[in-house]
T-cell receptor, first 114, second 116 residues
Framework: AQKITQTQPGMFVQEKEAVTLDCTYD???????LFWYKQPSSGEMIFLIY??????QNATEGRYSLNFQKARKSANLVISASQLGDSAMYFC???????????FGTGTSLTVIP | GAVVSQHPSRVICKSGTSVKIECRSL??????MFWYRQFPKKSLMLMAT?????????EQGVEKDKFLINHASLTLSTLTVTSAHPEDSSFYIC????????????FGPGTRLTVL
């Protein structure tokens, strides 16, 4: 069975500072994908970044980077130079390669303080 | 980028009526679409996997006869909430797999259903 854990229900960060959102996962599949999505108050789910289980390097997309530590089964999202528009819910998700289903964590609510 | 639309964005209906929600992939073909339900301040709960041309695969605990899913084409999946009750009020989100590296899912904007 797949399991995604986000232990931070809420986080605050000062504008222009960096913030790390935690995500740990559990799976018995040797091949899987890890994703982060942003959900603003409007409700839409916005894809941010992807990390494959066999990728040697940590994924980066602009101000987003994924700190992938396979042995610890963690895939933390790092947002650099936070902006007010980054305030939203952030979900970590995992897809096992045995199927297309995504399994989501419980989310972290990020608030950027001016 | 891949765009997924949902219609309607909001719907209010009376108890006992049925409501149909459409999910369309606008610029790519999606053999597989997914339907999620999200309660306020909660995570997304996968309800079912919609496969083009075949029956949907429902997650445990999701009533097949209550949440009818049809995936008639590579760009359209529909979710029909039959005989809706107030406890069915929720935010329903669909997604489609991109088929690209990572096979990330692109989500529709969601439909807020309120059953009176």
């Amino acid at each position: 069975a797949q399991k995604i854990t986000q232990t931070q229900p809420g986080m605050f960060v000062q504008e222009k500072e960096a913030v790390t959102l935690d995500c740990t996962y559990d799976t018995s599949d040797p091949s899987y994908g890890l994703f982060w999505y942003k959900q603003p108050s409007s409700g839409e789910m916005i894809f941010l970044i992807y990390q494959g289980s066999y990728d040697q390097q940590n994924a980066t997309e602009g101000r987003y980077s994924l700190n992938f530590q396979k042995a610890r089964k963690s895939a933390n999202l790092v947002i650099s130079a936070s902006q007010l528009g980054d305030s939203a819910m952030y979900f970590c998700a995992m897809r096992a390669n045995t199927g297309n289903q995504f399994y989501f964590g419980t989310g972290t609510s990020l608030t950027v303080i001016p | 980028g891949a765009v997924v639309s949902q219609h309607p964005s909001r719907v209010i209906c009376k108890s006992g009526t049925s409501v149909k929600i459409e999910c369309r992939s606008l610029d790519f073909q999606a053999t597989t679409m997914f339907w999620y339900r999200q309660f306020p301040k909660k995570s997304l709960m996968l309800m079912a996997t919609s496969n083009e041309g075949s029956k949907a695969t429902y997650e445990q605990g999701v009533e097949k006869d209550k949440f009818l899913i049809n995936h008639a084409s590579l760009t359209l999946s529909t979710l029909t909430v039959t005989s809706a009750h107030p406890e069915d009020s929720s935010f329903y989100i669909c997604s489609a797999a991109s088929g690209r590296v990572g096979n990330e899912q692109f989500f529709g904007p969601g439909t807020r259903l309120t059953v009176l």
